[in-house]
């Protein structure tokens, strides 16, 4: 995998990340949930993280964990955070409410003895009861003055502070110190039901006090933790952040003595596995097959591979007594064996890796996030939803979830919420407000919104063939093929002779542009032209046609039935941009996308592909909205209500003119959707706020701008000596209980040299 995840955005940092998806291997199927409401037995894939007891793990030792890069800041709340900046500061601050393995927040004892709403009238209180133990690396208690200076940093009213998010904060009113300085006092201006969410991380106050320590002092350096690890040093040229066990850290001390994250870039990952410059890194599935190999290769057991008659002797060997044998003289088979020295040492390389490879183990489950077909209704065809709407019933979701992860033996069934994935206890399935694929029903639907087979061939009711005033029709060229009525006679003989060659230029442009990443399907098959029309008949074609045979000058030929059968209304081709990204990474998103063009062709629906750089797919395409059709994934959360709102909600007019979109790329919303949102939100009760959290998923449903297709599978390579860690599915990683089950010395030292 190539990353973690891409925070969400302005409204909360975390768990907002838009994902390109990957593939990954196998797991054992497990049950899924039923499509006809809410079912409590549904459960999520589970961890996969080689569970083992604190006192099986070994002290002392360095793990080596990679990253995609050093993050531009330590500061989880900034813009530019990332994935790396969640997973190193999960290590090192306090997170009061992590998520578990069914994906709900849980009360962390580490750092409190207890955290409750005490009032809900007139106004909402919440009480926090601090760990007494719990201190920051310079032995100051946790405590009030940390909760206002983060909340004052983050409630939005200052815009000195650079803040990404500020989501729960603006609705504090006031926090105070409780009965004693172990208890926090946070009272709240409206309710908020998502306030377990608040204060995680918390960073000392001396990080959030001022602007300056906020938006520069915490990039690179964090001098105040309060994790099981604290910061040694980061390494931006050697692509390192080292941390260090905690001396005063009260909870179970770290097994490890040191915890090096290190930068490496995902295309080469397979090689740092091989070297052994890291222990745990997230995999592609090419690299996972690597590993699957070696495992094989070195008998399953990380043994040597099985011995047998001739086992030693090696391929150039066995050719030069092959030649020997067979009547080649001396000279032929010495020329024969140096022909052979470098497959020789290739079979060396590859043992050597081999051999290494089989000493990690691949550890398998489903990341908390989903892949979905965003649906861009700004303008366009898709601003009608009906069109949208048409679309999605167009798609077999269970093929294209079943495309990605049944050969890989893992869980095919498609996501029934936008809110909550399997497992979590809000999980219900809203699909059916949409409704299942029925190719009929989106005919229905796209003829109902104007767009009929053939509308794209101009229509040329009340006029006549070749006459002027068709040819002069306003802003209109005339189609491809059209002759004038004048028109030379031998150039149109001319143009009729050329028309095989430049029927072969056509098809070397088409192949050409398809390997540049740029290509329409839907108006390239044999015989079809996007114009809709063919200037030369099969007749022209065969000398000795039936006299009479021929359509009078500037009469457009017939169109291909292939034309006749794109969709199109008042001229215009119902024609999508759907952008994919090209990267070697993104091999399972492009795979569903040719899947998808395949559905739409079907039933009539054109789409240029566009392939774009991995790393200006989100930014320059999706957050801009320059798509019609595009696939990404956003994760899970504990707290749909404060994450989802900004991804579905209605977007809003500038004073320029432009969207304010927030995260809702798709464009897409409605009051409706906003309002439950806000009511959701505001509820202090569990089961009435995810009631209505459901209503909105099927409204969001309903307005078909977002697609789930599919749970985006998670592959991680873990050195096989190694426990409590992996694919942790929906848990916060237990940094502390992560270790060796031997003492040794795995990987290179922090400084990177053995």
Known sequence: MSHVGVPRGTARKRRSVALLATGVLTIPVLAGCTSDGENPTSVAVPQDIAPASRDRVADGSTLNWAIDAVPSTLNAFQADADGATT???????????????????RLNPDYLESAKVIEREPKQVVLYKLNQQAVWSDGREIGAPDFVAQWRALSGKDSAFWTARNAGYERIEKIERGKDDLQVRVTFSKPYADWRSLFSPLY???????????????????????????????????????????????GDEARLDSLVFRAVEPGKRTDALTEGTVDVADIDPATANSIALAARYRGGNGGPPAHGPGAGIT???????????????????????????????AVAVYAAEQKALSGFAVRKSLEPSYTQLALNGESGPLSDDRVRRAIARTLDRQELADAVLKPLGLPAKPPGSHLALAGQPGYKDGSGALG???????????????????????????????????KKEEGEKPAAGEKAADEDKDEKAEKAGKKDEKAEDTEKDDKASREEGEYTVGDDKPGSRSSGGSGVTAQDKQPGGAAGAYAPAGTAAPAPAAVKSRLGKDGKPLSLRFVLPSGPGSQSLRTVGEKIVVMLDSIGISTQVTKVADDSYFKDHIASGDYDLALYSWPATAYPATDGRPIFAKPEPATDGSLLVAQNYTRVGSDHIDQLFD?????????????????????????????????????????????????????????????????????PPANGKK
């Open 87 to 105: 997973r190193i500061t999960g290590a090192l601050l306090p997170s009061l409410f992590p998520m578990d393995a069914k994906g709900e927040p």
């Open 204 to 250: 000392p106050k001396e990080v959030t006090g001022s602007p300056g320590t906020f938006n520069d002092g915490a990039r690179t350096t964090l001098r105040n933790t309060a994790g099981p690890f604290r910061l040694r040093s980061v390494n931006k040229p050697r692509g390192t952040v080292v941390l260090d066990r905690n001396p005063r850290w009260w």
């Open 315 to 345: 391929p150039a060997a066995a050719l030069r007594s092959w030649a020997l044998a067979h009547g080649s003289d001396e000279e032929a088979a010495e020329t024969a064996q140096a022909a052979r020295e470098e497959t020789r040492e």
């Open 436 to 470: 299942e694929q029925d190719t009929k029903e989106a005919q229905a639907l796209l003829a109902d919104a104007g767009w009929t087979p053939g509308g794209a061939l101009r229509s040329t009711r009340d006029t006549k063939a070749g006459s002027e005033a068709e």
């Open 679 to 747: 009511r959701a939100v505001a509820e202090l009760d569990a089961d009435a706020s995810r009631d209505l959290l459901k209503q909105a998923d099927a409204r969001i449903w309903a307005a078909a701008g977002s697609i789930p297709l599919y749970q985006r599978p998670q592959l991680v390579a873990v050195d096989k000596k190694l426990a409590n860690i992996g694919a942790f599915g929906f848990a916060a990683p237990r940094y502390q209980d992560i270790g060796f089950t031997a003492r040794q010395a795995a990987g």
